[in-house]
């Protein structure tokens, strides 16, 4: 807002500081000489920043006089807030100060700002001015420039978010099962001693099992036969097949529908073993096999390895001539009830997703907080190495404002893993404990560098609100419809997206404030009577807002018949 002093007051802050015996100087100067921007003043980071820009006439300023010119915020209580002196001096004044000439004139400008106090609240903007001409000083008394102070940067609400550690938790887990059934050199005959090995009797005992639980939901059987690839490969191809089908035929007759198929020789498997293998040359097998491009001639000197090396041909090929029996099917995991009762009563019986994700279903309030954050620390106990049951016990300290010992909690996280949910979380903890310790405050700010999460990118928001950066904190609150993001839109200037967040916040959020930053935007827009009726509004739902609008210098159009508390000294 940018208001110019009226002539009057230009002629009566000069014709007592120039020390002229004749005014007529001043019937020369026009009524546009002085700006004052803002104004009223506003603050902004903290700070009150004011510019103002002068133009002395020629042959205004006497040759042999000086001038200096404090701006002061003085209340009510005549409580004096200076920002700095600034000094002009006539051509002929002993001095070195800002000079005017005589018969030119000059412009002038000043910028200074001070730091906020609510002392500073229901101030007007003064000028003390004292002037000077050779021995002579005078004081004069201070004259009003402008109506004192918006403070709407002010009601930015500190509306952090706290962030639990997600589980990853799955009710329905796709799972597998596998056995295999080994074969001779050339045959697709199962012999009785691999009907009898542990791999295949626990398949079959699945089988039964899965029958009787709902939980097991079997979705694919599969058997692969293979082939050790020394022989031709087509040879091979039919013979893993008849594996196979083999295999699937037992199946069949225990009323176990597959699916069979044939993978030839299995050069993969081949390459395992041997990378794996402890044999001696085995990298210089390895070599051979590599070296030899053409298929039939590797089929050929792999055979010749094999009546080379005992362990190829006992070792490496048997394992190859096989069959796979390949289970795939749906586990569902504990109910909600089951997960709800274990996590009370005998948490032990849990994994660390299910107790993650068990607590979740706990409610966040009454006895049942103090309840999280018992079994949220018995968690750690029980799995030292995660961080985030000490995460969410810091959250839920947080909730029941045991700050002191939600830090604790969260530098207990943050030592086993650093990570922004868990800076954002301790910083929150840390600024509730500060007691608006500016000093405190700043050093945290740190902690919440570098965020590219939801949660913690608002909360840095906030901070550049205070910090008056508010084009960086509308980027970090994209997406948000809160109080705090309409009102850095209303400080940036847009106040149409201001009325549009606004509008968009939900029910259960919308305050009365709200309605009071709507009527900020709308006289802002110039738009008198929607500020009016959601001044009222506001008023009606607390009526603590009706008394600071009818001091809000934003309501200055609004309010401007009314007495000013204030008395010009």
Known sequence: ??????????????????????????????????????????????????????????????????????????????????????????EEYAGNFKEIPFETGSEVSYKSSIDYNPEMDKSFLYAKITGREGDDEKVFEPIKLAPGLITTSLLVEDDFSLVISPDKYKRVTFESEDAVLNFKVNSDYISRKELRDNDYKQIMEFFKDAKDNEKINITKVTVL????PEGEESYNEGLSEKRAKAVNKILKSKKIEASFDGRGPDWDGLNKILQETEMKDKDLIIRSLDETPLLKTKEKTLRSLANTYKDVKNKVLPPLRRAKILVEYELLGKSDSELKDLVQNNIEELNEEEILFALNLLPNEGDFINKKIELYTKAAEMFPNDHRFYNNAGVFQCALKKFEDASISLKKA???????????????????????????IKSLENLLDNVTKKDPKYNRGILEIKKANYKKAIMLMAGANTFNSALVRVLNGDYNGAISVLNSIADD?????????KAIAFVRLGKIEDAKSHIEKAGKADSSLLEKAEADLEFIKIYQN????????
Do not use: W
């Not at 007592?16 to 003043?41: A, E, Q, R, W």
């Open 1 to 90: 807002m940018i208001k110019f002093l009226s002539l009057n007051k230009i002629i009566i802050l000069f014709s007592l500081v120039f020390v002229i015996s004749s005014c007529s100087s001043l019937n020369n100067m026009g009524k546009d000489h002085y700006t004052i921007v803002p104004d009223p003043l506003e603050v902004h980071g903290e700070k009150v920043e004011i510019n103002i820009k002068a133009k002395f006439p020629a042959k205004f300023f006497e040759k042999s006089v000086a001038i200096e010119v404090t701006p002061v915020l003085m209340n009510d209580q005549k409580l004096e807030i200076p920002f700095t002196s600034v000094s002009y001096q006539g």
């Open 225 to 228: 036969g293979f082939a050790s």
């Open 414 to 440: 943050l030592a086993i893993k650093d990570n922004e949910t868990i800076r954002n979380n301790l910083y929150i903890s840390e600024f509730s404990l500060s007691n608006g310790n500016k000093d405190k």
């Open 509 to 517: 959020k919308y305050s009365p404030k709200c309605d009071y930053l």
């Open 562 to 569: 009314k007495p000013q508390e204030n008395k010009e000294v």
